[in-house]
């Protein structure tokens, strides 16, 4: 006999050939970390919030008192009305407060979110809230009494409000939102798998 068989070498493999790998000549773009800045956003603005939620919960144990103070002040600058109205005017104030603050607080949390997605608007967003939360610390620390420790808490969110937006607005965190992320290329010549191509089954059977 003759043959590869009777030569002892081995039978060719069976199966598509082997195709050649495949290698993209397009530029590739280099990544930029993110930078320390943001870590700085992150957490001025989580504990800008806390420092929100404290004095906040502390007021609402003591809601009786303020109200009281409350009614009294309408009164006083308003002796036409009766108790009732003062009364809801009183409640609706204290509510609109309380709400404004969550407000603010929640949208500044979504600004965070956007800005950690690496997308402008976030940045924008959080500036924009900072400037108006400002202010409006003023007149939430107002109602919510004035004391000397609700003073320093506001006084220390205010101080983180600005901590956040002035490190959004850092150079290190403007370029890092105006580069690109890095290509993502895939190979156009995928493997074929075993199970792609079944074996044939033999004649006859």
Known sequence: MSGPAADGAAPPPVG??????????????????????????RWAVRLSVLAFIVPTAFAALRQADLRKTLRKALTEQAPDYSATDIGHAVVVALVSVAAIGVLLSLLELSALSVLRQRRRGGRTALIVLTLIHLPALVVISAFRGGESADLALTALQAFLLV??????????????????????????????????????????R
């Open 16 to 41: 598509p050939p082997r195709r050649p790998s495949f290698a993209s000549g397009l530029p590739q773009r280099a990544e930029i970390p993110t930078p320390r800045t943001i870590g700085v956003v």
């Open 163 to 204: 901590i956040a937006a002035g490190a959004a607005i850092m150079p290190a965190t403007r370029h890092w939102l105006d580069a690109k992320p890095p290509l993502a290329v895939k190979s156009l010549l995928v493997p074929q798998q075993a199970s792609d191509h079944p074996e044939r089954s033999e004649p006859g």
